[in-house]
Structure formats: C-alpha cells, structure tokens
C-alpha cells in the first residue's frame, strides 16, 4: 500500500493557499506535515479526505482516489467538536455505523478503547466508584457521581473536560481500526500525563504497521514519530525528505557543554557562536567536528573539568525555524 | 451519486433517535399528546355544552305549567320519567319561578300564538343544573309535547319516523345549478382552509427543527469529523427526512389523540355543538365528498408542499453556521409559507386566468393547484403540470442546497446572502 500525493493546489480567488504539494509514503511510518501557522497544512489534509475541492493534483490511497471507499481513514481534525447534547455512547455507535461498524462489534472495541484511553467512567457511569467530585467541563462546573444502587445517567460531551472530549475524538479516529491515520494536532492542549497516554497510543498505532500522517507545532513529539516530513511554508513545501537525511545533510553542529569552569575565553579564541549560557553551561554552534574536537582538546590541555560534551546535529526544531524564519 | 448517498440511512436513524429521545422533544411530545386528548373537551365545554350523566339527571323534582291541549307526557322519556312532576294551573314565570327549590326546574309550554308553541325552562342556578341539563330538558319537553301532539292526530311511529327525516335544501343560481362544479364557495373555502393549515402547520412545525439540525455540526465543530465517514449530500439528505418523518409522527399522534378524545368525551359531553360547527364549516361534506382520486390528489400534494418547503428550510439552514441565526431562518421561511397561503387565498378571488396562474407559482402552488383542482376551478391537466413543476423545484431546490451545503459545510461566520449562496453552489466545494 502506499499514498501518493501530487500537485495538490488550493486557491481561494487569486490568493494560492497550497501550491503543488507533493509526497509520498511507500511505507508504513509516520509522515509529518509541518508549518507555520495558515501554511497550509489542514487546507492540505482537506483536500486529501476530499473535503475540499481540489483546483489542481490528487491523492491517491494504493493507486486509487483516496476516499472512505477506498480507505479506511480514521482522522483527528483540528477543529474537534462532539454534539454536545446527545450521549457520548450515542455518538461513538454512530460514528461506527457511518464506518459500516455493526453496533455489537462497535460496542466491543469502544469498550476496548475506553479502557485504554482512562474514559470509561463516562461511558459506563454505573461502573464508576460512587461519590468521587469530578470537574466536568470547561466552564467548571462540578458535578457528583451518583451513590451505588441508583442508575447514573449517561455522559453528555459537554460535560466532560477539553482532554476527555479529546479522548472521544481519539476514540472515533481509532474505532474503524483504520489502515490511514491522519492526525492534525493531536496533543494540543492535553496535560503531560495524557499528553503521554496519547503518544503511547501513537507508538501501538506505528507498531501495528499503520501509516500516519501527523501535523503538528510540537516539534519534540513529531521529531520522536515522524520518519518523513514536509515543512510547509506561505502555501510552499520548503524542505521535503527523510528526517535523519535532512538532519545529516546539517552535520553535527550543535554543541552542548557543561564544564565545571568558566571557560568563555576559549570559546571566544576558537571564534566559536555562544547560542545561550546559563553559568557553565553552553549551547554552541561549531562548523563541524574539527572545531568541537579543536575545543575539546583545548579544555583537557587546560584542566578543565568536563561534565558533558554532547555534538549533536540540529533538531528538527531547528531545522523547522531555520527554514520559516524570514 | 450512490457513493455521496452512502450513510444516508445512517444518518436518517440518528438523527430520528436523538430527535425522540431529546428532553425538550420528549416534553413537547408529552404535551402535544395532553392537549390533543384534552381538545375536544376544552372545546366541548368552551363551546357551552355540559357533561352528560349516565345516573340521571340531577333535577330532584319538575313544575309544569301547560296551557295547552297537548299533555306534557314524560312517562316515555329515560332520564325524567321517575322525577315527580308537579302541574300548576296558575301563571308561570313569576310563581314558580320564585317557589324553585334546589335542584328543581319548571317547564312551561304555551301557545300564545295560533301557529306554535313555546316551551320555557327555569331552574334552579346551582350546581347540577347546568346549562346542558336545560338544554337536555327543554329537548324532552319538545319531543314530549310532539309526540303527543302527533299521537292525538293519529300518527304511529311508522310515520313518526319518516316525517323527522331531515331535508338538506339548497338554494341556488341558475348559473351555480347549471356549472355544480363552480363557485362552490363553501366546499372550496373548506377544503382549501383545511388542506393549507395541515400543510402550513407541518411546515411551520418541520422549519425549526430543519434549520437547527443543519446548523448542528457546523455549530459543534465536527463536521470534519464527520466528513471523512460520510458525504454532504447524505448528511444533509439523511437530517431532512428524519425531521421530516419525526413531524409525520407528531402529527400522527395528534390526530389519533384527537381521535381517542372524540370518541371517550363523546361518552360524557355533549358534543352536538361541535359537529354543527364542523358541518356549518362544511368540512363534514367537502370531506365526506372526497373520492379515492380526490384523496390520492391531496396526499401527492401534501407530499410536494411539505417536501418544498422541508427542502427551503434546509437552504436557510446551511446558509447559517451558527446557532444565532437560527431565529432569522425560521422567520424567512415562515415568512415564505405564509406569503405562499395568503397569495393562493385572495387568488381564489381573482378569476380563472390567476388561478391557473397560481397553480403554477413556485411556493404558491403547493397551495392553490390541489385546491382549485378539488373545487373544480383546474382540470387534473394542469394539476399534473403543477405537480411536474412542484417536483422539479424540489430536486433543484435540493440540487442547490446540497452544493451549497457542500461548498460551505467548512465554512463558518456570519450567514450568507443569496448572492453568496449562488457563488458557493457554482464554486461547489
């Protein structure tokens, strides 16, 4: 199976939102979708779902037009929402029939991910323990799980926080089991404790053999997944490619080094780029292993007690800002 | 076409299921199914009439004054023949009036002119004699006093029974007498008043609840969600015909509730006064009149006229992204049904040449053609022709609200005008 991306352009009157984006995953992995703000990224992922019209390009999912026919796409969107009125079960059976889930097999896995994703309590509120304070919603409102013997009613999405809400998308991205998941955001705003819990979820998905497609602005996490990427900028894709090529292609150039003594002198004579300092501990910008080794020998010459000497090459971070920065 | 129809069904039972198990859906159930078992007795004793007593009557003794050659016999009557009556020779209203105990009532029957006889009833103002009692009284009286009257004449019940059969007289024009079909004011102006008030009030009903659930996804922000399982066009085709169906059931219900209370206050009330205002309206004779074609003519119509304007809603509907402007929806499309009644009211008026005109109008139609066709005033001709047009403006009407749905299910801030509207369906998507 692979997806093939190819000339996607979008054009709202004259203004070009995308402009022939092209990728391709021939593997299963993680493909990041990167950029600034309004680059393009989420106009982009429209259009491959066939949300959006396209003016130019395709996808295709294993030679074919991607769509729910010819894939099974689970999708976290950005601008995620549930019916706020209607129950959370309601809605994940619904979500499962539109995806041609029968109701049974619905309820097995939704069972499955509730436990997965820490949520059952709302999902089977006779389950959950009696009398436990809950903050149940944004506005901050506090209700009260109901004693044993009497039948809890059922969760409304609005009454859950932002992070389980977000929990219940992950659920309904996940409950067709699907062969493609795209992903736009999907930590933003969560808490690290379910900030992890997700990740751990991502990484079961990569061990499965899914492909996903990732966008995000933590560039930390993406950078933990992602084994390609596109980094758009202004409608463009400004950078393209494996990441650990990309990163080679910068050398190892980042140096970071914590010493025991001042040692500013010897940075200074080397001509070596002070990037930030916190009392004996430097980030450095070498042009490459000569000058770090340079230095290093430097400060054994001069009995310099060295706790960690780390050459890295540039993070994906860097990479990103390196490339969006006017 | 068949893959952007794929989950409409899906969508059609959500939608239908969260719709009946709302709070807010359930209560107006609750009180839709109240008020139509409570309407014909609201209206039963709005109208004056009183409830019936199956023990008796609560008059505990008569006075009766019959100047008269006739006797006033109850001795054949269920209800008053064990009440003790008593007969005065002297005057009547002013005497017993002011001798009338408490559950006591007179009866008087004079003939102060050679040419008929009067009956007049005084009882008691106290609970029990109500209006209905007299009322029920006075009838005794009548049919005592006639069936003496015709005894003393030598009338069996033979003949009795055929000289109480009613007449239906009818006056008319020569030109009316010739033309039966034409001016038949009273039938069309029935047919047509009950024909538009079904149809405004399943609109009126339908609008609301149209507009809101198209607006719903757009309003909770899941609409992406939503798209990579299922296309605009079902998701737009699925929510109309839930509501559409769920307001069919609400009207079901209504009118078997009317009908559970017709039949039960029928047991209690006197329920006279309501039939001769229904058969005074002439519904009870246009309706009786309708043949199977007649009726098939009324539900293809009803179909169009609900299907048009469930279709409008739903464009009005995807022309707002937010729940504010829900209100200003609903009031468009009212705006429109309305406009579509009052104009096929008044055209009524205006002569054949705006009739058939009017049968033709968009959103006009859907009121006058079923109607002129039911009173004779359009052939079935140009009722089919109607229907063709009716039809066509539904699909084009869906066609457009669909692309436009499609082009703007993204989209969201303030509404949109027409003008945007017809740059959305051309961009489609």
């Not at chain 1, 819990?197 to 950078?223: N, P, R």
């Not at chain 1, 490619?241 to 910068?250: D, F, H, P």
């Not at chain 2, 066609?399 to 303030?414: D, E, K, Q």
């Amino acid at each position: 199976m692979s997806l093939i991306v190819s000339n996607l352009t979008k054009k709202y009157g004259e203004k070009t939102v995308v402009d022939h984006l092209s990728f391709a995953m021939e593997k299963p992995g993680v493909y990041a979708l990167l950029g600034t703000n309004g680059a393009g990224k989420t106009t982009s992922i429209r259009m491959m779902l066939g949300m959006l019209a396209k003016d130019e390009g395709e996808a295709l999912w294993d030679g074919k037009a991607l769509n729910p026919a010819t894939c099974n796409v689970g999708y976290l969107a950005e601008e995620r929402g549930l019916y706020p009125k209607y129950t959370l079960m309601d809605q994940l059976i619904y979500f499962a029939a539109l995806r041609g889930i029968p109701a049974a097999e619905a309820r097995k896995r939704i069972l499955y991910w509730a436990e997965r994703l820490e949520v059952e309590e709302y999902l089977y509120p006779d389950a959950a323990k009696p009398a436990e304070d809950e903050d149940d919603g944004e506005n901050g409102k506090k209700t009260k799980q109901r004693g044993r013997g009497k039948k809890a009613k059922p969760k409304l999405a609005d009454q859950l926080s932002k992070g389980n809400q977000q929990k219940i998308q992950l659920m309904i991205a996940l409950l067709p089991d699907p062969e493609l998941l795209i992903l736009d955001e999907p930590l933003s705003g969560l808490d690290p404790v379910n900030t992890d819990l997700f990740k751990s979820v991502i990484q079961e998905e990569i061990d499965k053999g899914k492909y996903l497609i990732m966008s995000s602005h933590q560039m930390a996490t993406v950078e933990e997944f992602c084994t390609d990427l596109t980094i758009l900028h202004r409608s463009h894709a400004v950078l393209q490619g494996n990441l650990n090529e990309i990163k080679k292609s910068y050398g190892r150039v980042n140096l970071y080094l914590k010493t025991e003594q001042e040692i500013d002198g010897y940075i200074k004579a080397l001509g070596i780029q002070v990037k930030s300092k916190k009392e004996q501990e430097y980030r450095l910008r070498v042009t490459g292993e000569a000058q770090a080794n340079e230095l290093l020998g430097t400060l054994i010459a001069n009995h310099v007690t060295i706790v960690v000497f780390e050459l890295r090459e540039p993070s994906l971070h860097e990479i990103f800002v390196s490339h969006v920065e006017e | 076409m068949k893959e952007k129809l794929m989950g409409t069904g899906q969508v059609y039972r959500f939608s239908i299921r969260q719709l009946l198990k709302g709070k807010a859906n359930l209560v107006f159930l609750a009180l839709l199914v109240l008020l139509s078992l409570l309407s014909v007795p609201a209206m039963a004793l709005l109208g004056g009439a009183g409830i019936l007593t199956e023990e008796g009557t609560a008059i505990s003794a008569l006075y009766i004054y019959n100047t008269t050659d006739c006797p006033l016999d109850f001795s054949e009557d269920e209800r008053y023949s064990a009440i003790p009556a008593t007969v005065y020779e002297e005057a009547m209203p002013d005497d017993i009036a002011s001798r009338l105990g408490e559950n006591e009532a007179a009866i008087g029957v004079t003939k102060p002119l050679l040419s008929g006889y009067q009956i007049e009833i005084v009882a008691s103002s106290i609970e029990g004699l109500e209006m209905a009692e007299q009322e029920q009284l006075a009838n005794a009286a009548r049919t005592a006093v006639d069936r003496t009257r015709l005894e003393a004449m030598g009338v069996n019940e033979k003949v009795l029974a055929q000289l109480q059969t009613g007449y239906e007289v009818n006056v008319e024009s020569r030109e009316s007498y010739l033309h039966p079909e034409k001016n038949d004011f009273e039938a069309r102006f029935s047919v047509q008043y009950l024909y538009a008030i079904l149809v405004m009030m399943m609109s009126c009903f339908t609008i609301s609840y149209i507009v809101r659930i198209v607006i719903e996804e757009r309003a909770s922000r899941l609409v992406e969600t939503l798209l990579v399982s299922v296309r605009p066009l079902a998701l737009l085709a699925g929510k109309i015909l839930a509501v559409m169906t769920y307001i069919v059931l609400l009207f079901g219900i209504m009118t078997v509730g009317i009908a559970v209370s017709w039949n039960v206050s029928g047991q209690f009330f006197d329920l006279s006064a309501i039939s001769g205002l229904i058969g005074q309206m002439g519904l009870g004779t246009a309706l009786s009149n309708l043949d199977a074609g007649a009726v098939l003519a009324l539900l293809v119509s009803i179909v169009l006229a609900y299907l048009t304007f469930s279709v409008l809603s739903g464009l009005f509907g995807v022309s707002c992204s937010s729940m504010d402007d829900v209100e200003w929806a609903n009031t468009q499309v009212i705006l429109i049904v309305m406009a579509g009644y009052m104009l096929s009211m008044f055209g009524a008026g205006f002569g054949d040449i705006v009739n058939r005109v009017f049968a033709l109008i968009p959103f006009v139609s859907v009121f006058a053609a079923p109607a002129q066709y039911l009173t004779g005033d359009i052939g079935f001709g140009l009722l089919a022709v109607s229907w063709l047009l009716q039809g066509a403006v539904v699909v084009l009407l869906f066609w457009f609200t669909a692309r436009v749905y499609n082009s703007m299910i993204l989209y969201r801030g303030s509404r949109v005008k027409l003008s945007g509207l017809l740059a959305a369906a051309k961009r489609h998507g």
